[in-house]
C-alpha cells in the first residue's frame, strides 16, 4: 500500500465516473460489494494521475451505506476478500471487436487491510486507463443515485443504459428488455 493514507469522503454528490467499457464488462459481485466500490471510485478526480490508497471507519462506512453496523463488521472481511479476488472482463476493441477475440481480465481492488475499526482499501492499478484522466466514452451516476440501488443487478442496469445513453447522445434510440 502507499505511505500515505487519505479519508474516504463521503459525499452523494461526488460523481463515480467510468468508462463504459468497463462499465459493459462482465462482472458479477454483491450489492454491499459493489456499493463499497462505487464509495472507492468517486474519490477519483479527473486531475488525479495515480490513484490514492484510501482508510475509513466501519461505523462512517455503515452510515453512509444505510446499514446496521454490527452487520458490516460481521461481513467486512468477506466483502473485501471478495473485492480483491473480483474480476471484470472487458472486451478489447469495443463492442465491434469480433466477440472472444480480445479480451482483457483484471481485478478491482489490489488490496484491504482492516485494523481495529479501520478499513483501509486500494484501487488496482489495472483499472487506471478506465478511471484516470476520461475524455470520452464514460458515464459519471452520482454517488447517491448508486447507493439508493437495492439490488446489484438493478444498479448494472442504470450503469449500463447511461453508459448507452453516452454512446448513442444526439440518437433516437430505443431498449427492449425481457423477464
Same mark, same amino acid.
Given at each position: 500500500? =502507499? +505511505?500515505?493514507? #487519505?479519508?474516504?469522503? #463521503? ?5 463515480? /465516473? %467510468? ?13 454491499? @460489494? ?6 472507492? $471510485? ?5 486531475? +488525479?494521475?495515480?490513484?490514492? %490508497?484510501?482508510?475509513? %471507519?466501519?461505523? @462512517?462506512?455503515?452510515?453512509?451505506? @444505510? ?7 460481521? +461481513?467486512?472481511?468477506?466483502?473485501? %476478500? ?32 482492516? +485494523? ?10 489495472? $483499472? ?7 475524455? /470520452? ?14 439490488? #446489484? #443487478? /438493478? ?7 447511461? =453508459?448507452? $445513453? ?5 440518437? $433516437?434510440? @430505443? ?5
Amino acid at each position: 500500500m =502507499a +505511505d500515505k493514507n #487519505y479519508s474516504l469522503q #463521503y459525499d452523494p454528490t461526488y460523481r463515480v /465516473a %467510468t468508462a463504459n467499457d468497463l462499465i459493459k464488462g462482465r462482472q458479477k459481485m454483491s450489492l454491499r @460489494e459493489a456499493q463499497l466500490l462505487f464509495i472507492a $471510485i468517486a474519490q477519483v478526480v479527473h486531475d +488525479d494521475k495515480d490513484f490514492k %490508497t484510501y482508510t475509513t %471507519t466501519v461505523p @462512517e462506512l455503515a452510515t453512509f451505506m @444505510e446499514i446496521d453496523e454490527n452487520s458490516l463488521y460481521r +461481513d467486512l472481511e468477506g466483502i473485501c %476478500t471478495s473485492l480483491c479476488s473480483q474480476v471484470v472482463k472487458i472486451q478489447v476493441g469495443g463492442e465491434n471487436a469480433k466477440k472472444g477475440k480480445k479480451w482483457k481480465i483484471f481485478h478491482w481492488v489490489s488490496s484491504a487491510m482492516y +485494523d481495529n475499526g479501520k478499513l483501509t482499501l486500494r484501487l488496482s492499478d489495472d $483499472i487506471k486507463p478506465y478511471l484516470l484522466e476520461l475524455e /470520452a466514452h464514460y458515464a459519471q451516476p452520482f454517488l447517491g443515485t448508486l447507493m439508493t440501488f437495492r439490488s #446489484y #443487478y /438493478a444498479t448494472r442496469l442504470y450503469q449500463y443504459l447511461l =453508459a448507452d $445513453i453516452g454512446a448513442k447522445w444526439g440518437k $433516437i434510440y @430505443e431498449w427492449n428488455f425481457t423477464c
